[in-house]
C-alpha cells in the first residue's frame, strides 16, 4: 500500500523559511515524477513544483521560482521542498504528490498518489 506522508510545516514569519519532507512508503521516488501543489483557503489547489529524477526534468510556478527549491533525498526515500523568502500569500495546505509518468508535468489529473498534506501560515 502507498501512503505519501508530508511534514515540516507551520507558522513562519514574512522572509522565512521552511522545508516541507514527503515520505513515502510503497513506492520509490526515483523512478517516479513527484510533485508539490498547495491550496489557500477559499482557493483551488495550485502547482507549485515537479521533478521527475528519471528524466532529470524540473518545473516551478512563476509565483514561487527563485525562493522554492524540489529535491530528494534517495537514502531516505524523501522528498524535499525548501522555501526561502516565505510570502503570506505563500499560506495553503502544502501537498505532495507522485505519478508513474516519467515527464514532469503540473497537470494534477495525472497525479495518483497523494499525501494528507502539511498547513504553512507565513504570517506578515
Known amino acids: 500500500q502507498v501512503q505519501l506522508i508530508e511534514s515540516g510545516g507551520g507558522l513562519v514569519q514574512a522572509g522565512g523559511s521552511l522545508r516541507l519532507s514527503c515520505a513515502a512508503s510503497?513506492?520509490?521516488?526515483?523512478?517516479?515524477?513527484v510533485g508539490w501543489f498547495r491550496q489557500a483557503p477559499g482557493k483551488e489547489r495550485e502547482f507549485v513544483a515537479v521533478?521527475?529524477?528519471?528524466?532529470?526534468?524540473?518545473l516551478y510556478a512563476d509565483s514561487v521560482k527563485g525562493r522554492f527549491t524540489i529535491s530528494r533525498e534517495s537514502a531516505k526515500n524523501t522528498v524535499n521542498l525548501q522555501m526561502n523568502n516565505l510570502k503570506p500569500e505563500d499560506t495553503a495546505v502544502y501537498y505532495c504528490?507522485?505519478?508513474?509518468?516519467?515527464?514532469?508535468?503540473?497537470?494534477?489529473?495525472?497525479?495518483?498518489?497523494w499525501g494528507q498534506g502539511t498547513q504553512v501560515t507565513v504570517s506578515s
Open positions: 521533478s521527475s529524477w528519471s528524466v532529470g526534468s524540473t
Open positions: 504528490a507522485a505519478t508513474q509518468l516519467r515527464i514532469a508535468v503540473p497537470s494534477q489529473s495525472v497525479y495518483y498518489y
Open positions: 510503497g513506492l520509490t521516488f526515483s523512478t517516479y515524477t
